[in-house]
């Protein structure tokens, strides 16, 4: 007796329904082909464009083949979250110097453990109701080229700042993949794109996107102030203004983003002590509060070093204040020499007087009061 083949198209469409229905905001499938990716990953990695990212440099070929993560893979399924929180005040606190940044992103739980959660329980569904399935979930977790794989499930296009965008999502969201050994039919490739729009290359404040779709990580000051574990760069810090944990100004002025939907997630609201935090009460945090405070939270995961890095810089970049001096005079010696040299440059600022926001600054925040007239 011959058996009977499954209808893959039905199923792919039962995946999704059951995808949404958990809550995820978008899905679709996507073949292995990752092709026309693997010289565009070599030609910036040569340019050393990942700085001390040296995981990027690992693993290449693993990149751009899905099926070494997973053998026998025939299909990755994509899938994306809104996170974008309600009231944010994206405006408020970059042209409020005394208050540290945080990436939007970064405001609630570790979006890893929530997503991560969700992908497992979806490929436990898929395996039950089609019982061969082997699955393996990734969350930022793994080499794959996340955003060329949900730009081949038809998720969106790849923008001029290397994040993915969506229509109807802006670029506020979270990506996540279910790798699968189904033969599930691949979706159309979205081939969107950002027409003559440079909106993100003019508005980055340390100029990393140095052509259009192409970011130098080195200058980038997510990875300044999350991945790298060294100094910044002196000549970058002025530039880092008050950001002290990653940095949205790309997105902020994509005009994409402009009708982003707030996500439904309560776990992606803002923490209290986040939210356009003082940037003194935060460098009072001793190592026991930090920890505490960022429990469950991706900020965490730079450490209590890089977070005093990080606001040292940004109280250098303050407005001139006695007890901004008096803070960082204090804060010498309680972690190492490393920060206690972004300390020093901070007092030198401040005791010049601190900077004025630049004018480049101050049209940047005009752009974002107008684009996000509702976070206002």
């Known amino acids: 007796m011959i058996k009977e083949q499954p209808d893959w198209a039905a199923f792919a469409a ?11 905001s978008a899905v679709g499938i996507a073949d292995l082909d990752l092709s026309e990716e693997s010289p565009r990953l070599r030609e910036w990695l040569a340019k050393q464009y990942h700085g001390d990212m040296d995981y990027m440099a690992r693993n290449e070929s693993m990149r751009c083949h899905p099926n070494q993560l997973l053998p026998g893979t025939l299909a990755v399924i994509t899938v994306a979250l809104d996170y974008l929180p309600p009231n944010a005040g994206f405006a408020q606190t970059l042209k409020s110097p005394e208050k540290g940044y945080i990436s939007r992103y ?9 997503m991560r959660q969700r992908l497992k329980q979806l490929g436990e569904w898929i395996r039950a109701e089609m019982p061969p399935c082997e699955f393996r ?15 081949n499930a038809g998720l969106g296009w790849v923008g001029k700042h290397s994040l993915l965008l969506n229509r109807k999502a802006g670029s506020w969201f979270f990506l996540g993949e279910l790798l699968v050994n189904l033969p599930l039919p691949a ?4 081939d969107g794109d950002c027409g003559t729009c440079t909106a993100c290359l003019t508005a980055c404040p340390t100029g990393a996107i140095v052509e259009p779709y192409v970011v130098d990580g080195r200058r980038c000051i997510s990875y300044l102030t999350i991945e790298s574990d060294g100094p910044i760069p002196e000549a970058l810090r002025p530039a880092l203004g008050n950001r002290i944990y990653g940095c949205d100004d790309c997105q902020l002025v994509c005009p994409w983003n402009r009708a982003a939907p707030i996500t439904a997630e309560g776990d992606f609201h803002i923490r209290k002590s986040l939210h356009q935090p003082a940037l003194l009460t935060l460098w009072q945090w001793d190592e026991a509060t930090f920890l505490k405070q960022t429990e469950g939270s991706p900020i965490r995961r730079i ?3 890089r977070w005093q890095r990080n606001l040292a810089v940004a109280l250098g970049n303050a407005p001139h204040s006695d007890a901004i001096i008096s803070a960082l005079e204090q804060g010498r010696g309680r972690v190492d020499s490393m920060v206690d ?10 005791r010049q007087q601190g900077p004025e926001t630049d004018r480049r600054q101050q049209r940047l925040i005009r752009i974002i009061e107008k684009g996000l007239a509702r976070d206002a």
């Open 106 to 114: 970064a405001g609630g739980r570790d979006y890893h453990k929530v």
């Open 303 to 305: 450490g209590y070093r």
């Open 341 to 350: 040299e972004h300390i020093d440059w901070a007092l030198a600022r401040q």
């Open 137 to 151: 979930p990734f969350v930022d977790s793994a080499p794959l080229l996340e955003r060329p794989l949900a730009r």
């Open 187 to 190: 979706d159309k490739r979205h």
């Open 14 to 24: 039962r995946i999704k329904r059951q995808a949404q229905a958990m809550g995820f």
